[in-house]
């Protein structure tokens, strides 16, 4: 159990956990390990190094590498320097990352040795960047982490956290326009703890490994180390996400608890050793960030044989929303395609373009109220006012309530795709063509036509070996859905563009087909 209590702000969980359980390991990475009081040290050390450097309470310190336990180190040591933590996407190129530590106006950056060319790349255009710290050494001309940090006192800094400071920033992926900075606070994460350990997915046991193995520069990923320490349990750390790997450290480690996107399940269900994996230790995998067909759900529990939670929930919402518990992953009940029933003490309705509530049933906007709602995006009024408004936080996700309570996702409402005048969702689609025996992963997309606006097209990866028609895939979805929401063309790829978090970038796969056109909608 959280003793929220004893530890109401994220900078307490080391010096919490350093008394209790002092020589359980809090974080495992590549062999390495850190005991929750080596934490409590090397947290102080992290923020009172923090500010030497003259980081003051609210600036902003950036993140960019891959996945390692140092990283909880200055986190924890920001939050005890009353800095925000901003963890930057991996995958974004030079000039995306140049605006995201200029839009923070970051003054310390850790930096991973992958990414050393492009600080060199971008280092004239960050003026408030001050100091630079390498996590992997090898620059003389910045300070390396491991030197920096033990070079430092070791006792608590003279700095008290308060409710509403900031204490991590993360940016939304900017699929869509530029990324905002999502402002989560202490008071956020308190709710967070508060509620997560009454749902059994999040309830860790001190001493448990917990695999955390999504980016740190995502909400779940933050999220899962977070939540670990807070119980005392222990965090194996991936590097990036490898199949071989997470196999390998389930067996190893006794893995208890594990979140993984779909896209990740599909890797897994689809690995060569999968069958020989020993799953036994596990009691609960936990999934979201994008929707998931009920044929991968269905092959991947009966594969690993453990209980599954679905989590939808957004940036915004520290992750949190709606989940769906293991008992209503028995298909008798009929909710394997909903993401689930409101968290305690949250709010969640389905409004219309007036932000009234829709009739159950009926398709609207999801809109979520909540104590672990954001404060804001960083620097951008006018973007909070608007996905504020009453109280609600409007996600833009489409979906609808059935008279049981479960909330069922259609989709983003900007991908929404009007055919002919009636409304279709691709992840409706998508679902009802992933069952297809030759279909390994699919996207469905709306393209110009002259006649309807727009029409459906599909695009699909076929399994290894398997070689399925057009005539085939569209056949197959209209047994499943009414033919106006079927595919009329369907394209075979190699792979789909995906963002860290598992989402299709439909952006990215509609843009040859309505290149050159001023409306991008039918």
């Not at 222990?234 to 390998?248: F, G, Q, S, W, Y």
């Not at 020989?276 to 230790?281: A, P, V």
């Not at 529990?301 to 940036?315: D, N, S, W």
Request: proline share 6%; charged share 25%.
């Amino acid at each position: 159990m959280i003793d929220v209590e004893a530890m109401p702000f994220i900078a307490d969980i080391p010096r919490v956990q350093a008394t209790r359980v002092p020589d359980n390991i809090a974080y495992w990475f590549e062999n390495a390990s850190t005991t929750f009081a080596e934490l409590e040290t090397r947290t102080n050390q992290v923020a009172n190094g923090l500010i030497s450097l003259g980081v003051e309470p609210g600036d902003r310190v950036a993140y960019l590498a891959k996945n390692t336990d140092v990283y909880y180190e200055m986190l924890f040591g920001c939050a005890k320097a009353r800095a925000v933590m901003t963890g930057v996407n991996t995958r974004l190129a030079a000039p995306e990352i140049q605006f995201i530590l200029s839009d923070a106006a970051a003054k310390v950056l850790f930096v991973g040795k992958d990414f050393y060319a492009i600080i060199d790349q971008i280092r004239d255009q960050l003026p408030d960047l001050q100091r630079i710290i390498t996590i992997d050494g090898d620059r003389e001309d910045w300070d390396y982490y491991t030197s920096w940090r033990n070079s430092k006192p070791n006792t608590a800094p003279d700095r008290t956290p308060l409710a509403d400071d900031d204490v991590i920033q993360l940016y939304t992926s900017g699929t869509t326009g530029r990324p905002k900075g999502v402002q989560l606070t202490n008071e956020n994460y308190r709710v967070l703890l508060e509620q997560a350990q009454t749902l059994d997915w999040a309830a860790y046991g001190a001493g448990e490994a917990v695999m955390n193995a999504m980016p740190l520069f995502h909400v779940a990923g933050v999220n899962v180390g977070i939540l670990t320490a807070a119980q005392g349990a222990k965090a194996v750390v991936l590097r990036d996400i490898d199949p071989t790997v997470i196999l390998k450290l389930v067996e190893e480690h006794r893995i208890a608890y594990a979140f993984w996107v779909p896209a990740v399940i599909l890797m897994l269900t689809q690995h060569p050793e999968i069958g020989k994996t020993d799953f036994s230790s596990m009691k609960v995998v936990s999934y979201g960030a994008s929707p998931i067909a009920e044929s991968l759900l269905l092959e991947a529990k009966e594969i690993m044989g453990v209980k599954f939670t679905q989590l939808y929930g957004l940036t915004e919402t520290v992750g949190a929303g709606t989940y769906l518990p293991p008992e209503a992953h028995d298909p008798a009940w009929g909710k394997l395609r909903s993401c689930g029933v409101p968290w305690p003490g949250a709010v969640v309705r389905c409004v219309d373009g007036d932000g009234n509530p829709v009739p159950t049933g009926e398709v609207g906007e999801i809109v979520i109220k909540a104590r672990f709602v954001m404060k804001g995006y960083w620097n951008r009024a006018d973007a909070t006012e608007d996905a504020i408004r009453n109280g609600f936080f409007h996600t833009g996700d489409a979906g609808y309530f059935d008279e049981d309570g479960f909330l069922y996702i259609h989709d983003r409402v900007k991908d929404m795709i009007v055919s002919g005048g009636e409304n279709v969702y691709p992840a409706e689609v998508e679902n009802a063509i992933f069952g297809h025996p030759g279909v390994a992963d699919v996207a469905v997309i709306g393209v110009p036509d002259e006649k309807w606006g727009e029409s459906v097209k599909a695009i699909i990866v076929p399994k290894p070996g398997e070689t399925p028609t057009a005539e085939d895939i569209i056949a197959w979805a209209k047994e499943r859905i009414a033919s106006y929401k079927c595919p009329k063309t369907v394209d075979i790829a190699t792979e789909l563009p995906r963002n860290p978090s598992g989402k299709i970038l439909r952006k990215d796969l509609r843009e040859p087909y309505w290149a050159g056109r001023d409306r991008r909608i039918g």
